[in-house]
């Protein structure tokens, strides 16, 4: 996003089934690398973390700050066994199940799919965690991994260095992840450059590939109904890509600058934010063969960078977050007008992410905003705190073990955040609110 991780440390909670997530005190990774450096993925000695049991305040309002303060953890010596600290019994509702650290870069992107995680880093290592343990991992040749999305056995990764690959699942070893190409094909590329009609302006002075992208990828979104990638970039472009044949449909200029996120949406919607402080609606037409975009609305245009984007699960609303540390939305069944501002962050919100009722923002300030959309009002129920750094990424996955034995109005859900401070941290939330008439219910902004 641009604005205008070692060991493996975990805390328990109680709260969260044993079978589920036992036995995780050591890790024993198997690592492929498409470089094939072993020496990259050496086991170093983990650190341990203590985490207290966490605290709800009712007299303190959703905006105040934290209903749920969790002490920070506490770096060991480098040589310390990894840390099992086990929660109170009476635990609140919506709390820290443990961390995952493996010192070797900042968390910029996560992605998770059934009983995997994968976790991107500016150490260009791609790690894939299983029942919160390392499982194994893989390397890219080059770039910072800004954006992870999962596609069935296929693993989609955005880079730094402009270049997005292909990764894919043994079919008989799910620990291995062996590098399947780039987008675009080498032998789209050579096709391409041919014709001097496929070259564009990037930069002064300087032209490229339409089919490349020039800058960052910063972010991507799949569009599973029709088989499509969309990737979006610092080059202030988003390319839509066929994921049958890798092949690019499409490249838009989309915006002034850098693109800092791209969802796709029903109804061959797509929304885009900028750093030149716009989000825009995107229509999906079928062109032939191909796709053809076209501008349909500008939902926000504003001073501030819009720093991401995400859409309700129900795909009603469409949430986004900027620089000054606020969250506007759009109501879809109102045709996309302004529903009003959520306000529970101090700086800048670097990330969202929505399931069930709930939406999450992580930001700047090193907290994560647990809301919850209830008709018109949005109610904070919680502000998730312990990491030391800007949550830079969030993902959410169904909490499978407590849907079979709660019932929907107690959904729980496990959220990932990955934060600069280089570790992911993994939270049980739940949809209930702990005292609904104590928390405060966000007045909204019209």
Not at 185 to 208: C, G, M, Q, W
Not at 221 to 228: K, N, R
Not at 418 to 423: C, N, Q, T, V
């Amino acid at each position: 996003m641009r604005d205008g991780g070692g060991g493996t440390m975990f805390a328990n909670s109680s709260s969260i089934s044993r079978s589920k997530f036992g036995n995780i005190l050591h890790s024993d990774p198997n690592m492929s690398s498409a470089t094939a450096n072993d020496e990259d993925f050496t086991i170093r000695p983990s650190s341990a973390s203590a985490v207290s049991p966490g605290f709800y305040d009712p007299s303190r309002m959703s905006c105040e700050g934290s209903p749920m303060t969790m002490s920070p953890w506490n770096q060991t010596g480098p040589f310390s066994n990894p840390g099992w600290s086990q929660f109170e019994e009476n635990l609140p509702q919506n709390g820290l199940i443990g961390s995952l650290v493996r010192e070797e870069g900042h968390i910029y992107s996560l992605a998770a799919s059934k009983d995997l995680l994968y976790t991107g880093s500016d150490s260009k290592n791609i790690r894939v965690w299983k029942n919160l343990k390392e499982f194994c991992g893989f390397k890219a040749s080059s770039g910072l991994v800004k954006a992870i999305v999962i596609s069935g056995e296929k693993i989609f990764t955005g880079h730094q260095d402009g270049k997005i690959r292909v990764w894919k699942i043994s079919p008989k070893n799910q620990s291995v992840h062996k590098r399947a190409g780039t987008l675009p094909t080498l032998k789209d590329i050579f096709k391409s450059s041919i014709k001097p009609s496929n070259y564009i302006e990037v930069r002064r002075h300087r032209t490229a590939l339409w089919i490349r992208h020039s800058d960052a990828v910063s972010c991507m979104s799949l569009d599973q109904d029709c088989g499509l990638l969309y990737t979006a970039s610092w080059d202030r472009t988003f390319k839509v890509w066929r994921i049958s044949d890798s092949k690019c449909l499409e490249s838009v200029s989309a915006h002034d600058d850098a693109v800092n996120s791209v969802v796709s949406s029903s109804e061959g919607l797509i929304f885009t934010g900028s750093a030149d402080g716009t989000v825009k609606v995107w229509k999906r037409e079928q062109h032939g063969k191909g796709t053809k975009h076209s501008l349909a609305q500008t939902l926000l245009k504003q001073e501030c960078a819009v720093t991401a984007l995400v859409v309700s699960s129900s795909r009603s609303i469409v949430y986004c977050g900027s620089s000054d540390g606020l969250v506007n939305f759009w109501e879809r069944e109102k045709q996309l007008s302004h529903g009003g501002v959520l306000k529970g962050h101090k700086l800048a919100v670097l990330c969202l992410a929505a399931a069930g009722k709930l939406v999450f923002s992580g930001s700047a300030d090193k907290t994560i905003c647990v809301w919850r959309r209830d008709g018109a009002i949005h109610t904070c129920l919680s502000v998730l705190t312990g990491h030391t750094g800007p949550v830079k990424c969030l993902a959410v996955e169904e909490d499978r073990d407590s849907s079979s034995s709660t019932s929907s109005c107690a959904q729980r859900w496990i959220v990932y955040s990955g934060s600069l401070d280089k570790s992911v941290k993994v939270w049980g939330v739940s949809e209930w609110a702990p005292d609904i008439n104590s928390m405060g219910k966000m007045n909204l902004l019209q």
